[in-house]
């Protein structure tokens, strides 16, 4: 399974554009310090669990995994952070946003249906 280099500057595009929509979300929890905390702190958190649970040996990223996790588990972990950044943006008011970033995953996925398929597998 290889993964194209466009591919996956899309997938590091969706994955930080995740990150800022569930960090802006945070920021507007609050109008006192909790949002300094939400904007900067579930980021990290997102992205330390996307960065901490892997597959071994997975081309589109190191190939190295701190917690080795298998493959179906990784998918949802990608899954459910995406579905969390669309929640976010949606609830912000940018229903349209949300839409068009939850478009873009999934045709995203699609196109990388070999990697899905390597995840079930693995």
Known sequence: MGSHPINL???FLLE?????AIGTWGWKQSD???KYILA?????????????????DDPSRSGQAVV???G???LGIELGIFAIATWATYNQGLHKVSYLFAFLVVVHYIVSYDRIYWLLEN
């Open 9 to 11: 500057l899309i997938r």
């Open 16 to 20: 930080l554009c995740a990150l800022l």
């Open 32 to 34: 006192s310090y909790p």
């Open 40 to 56: 900067i702190g579930l980021p990290i958190l997102m992205g330390a669990i996307w960065g901490t649970f892997a597959v071994p």
């Open 68 to 70: 080795i996790t298998p």
């Open 72 to 74: 179906v588990v990784r």
